[in-house]
């Protein structure tokens, strides 16, 4: 899931420098075809070739940056809340290439040596600019900003979800955490009393062993705890028990240890 999340993040990131890069394209465009309309106008009142090549220039920048504009469009997704099919910057990116298409030739004329009408050529490429402008920007503008808003949402949902599995994580991590320490705590103080009691009997009889009595007489007489206990100590001993177990088996003669 944090490997899903990031990977999607990791794509939102990348679509909103590609939008980012489509503004700055869009933005250049509009400054090219803007600087075309300048440079023709200043070329019908002066006549100066050096507004000829800059015109030649800027006309240049705009065919190239609409075409950067059109490869971009067809590489970024509509946003998501907008259904499927009715996104319609594809079909703008063309209209708008025709439009551009009709500006330059409309421009085109006013460097013509034997133009009579060159200044109705610069007004009725103003009039197309501004159509342009307030016909393609706008919505070119609004498109822009729904597919940020769109990425912007999905990186929250990615975020706040991460989050709450996160969170979800760590308090079921803690809660295990807290059982395997009662479980291992419980485990081990079960082993610890069955080890001692295992070291200090003996395992056929459950009866204490050697280590119990040497362990005992240590405690019952040490020293500065008051006056020694008086002690009798009995030795029992099993007559002919090796014969026992050779006429009867071992097992016999466990069992009659047991008795």
């Given amino acids: 899931l944090y490997r899903n999340n990031i990977s999607d993040l990791h794509d939102s990131l990348l679509k909103s420098i590609e939008i980012?890069?489509?503004v700055h394209e869009a933005?250049?465009?509009?400054s090219a075809m803007h600087s075309m309309l300048i440079s023709a106008s200043a070329y019908d009142r002066t006549h100066e070739f050096s507004f000829e090549r800059e015109y030649l220039k800027y006309r240049k920048i705009g065919e190239s940056t609409l075409e950067q504009l059109r490869d971009r469009t067809k590489m970024l997704p509509p946003p998501s809340h907008v259904n499927h099919g009715t996104d319609n910057s594809e079909p703008m990116i063309v209209n708008l290439a025709e439009s551009f298409q009709t500006y330059k030739?409309?421009?085109d004329k006013v460097f013509d040596k034997n133009a009579t009408d060159a200044t109705d050529n610069v007004s009725?490429?103003?009039n197309i600019f501004d159509t342009i402008f307030h016909k393609y920007y706008s919505t070119l503008h609004s498109t822009h900003s729904n597919r940020l808003d769109s990425i912007k949402n999905e990186a929250h949902r990615i975020y706040t979800e991460s989050n709450i599995v996160f969170v979800v994580q760590l308090i079921a991590a803690i809660l295990a955490g807290v059982l395997v320490v009662v479980f291992v705590d419980r485990v081990f103080i079960k082993i610890y009393k069955?080890?001692?009691q295992h070291s200090l009997t003996d395992a056929l009889t459950s009866l204490h062993n050697r280590r119990y009595l040497e362990k005992f007489i240590e405690d019952e007489f040490q020293v500065g705890q008051g006056p020694l206990p008086s002690v009798s100590t009995v030795l029992l001993d099993i007559?002919?028990?090796k014969q026992y177990n050779?006429?009867?088996?071992h097992v016999a003669g466990d069992y009659l240890l047991k008795d």
């Fill in 20 to 22: 980012t890069e489509e």
């Fill in 27 to 30: 933005e250049a465009f509009h």
């Fill in 105 to 107: 030739s409309t421009l």
């Fill in 124 to 126: 009725a490429g103003r």
């Fill in 194 to 196: 069955l080890t001692k």
């Fill in 239 to 241: 007559d002919n028990f």
């Fill in 246 to 249: 050779d006429q009867y088996g």
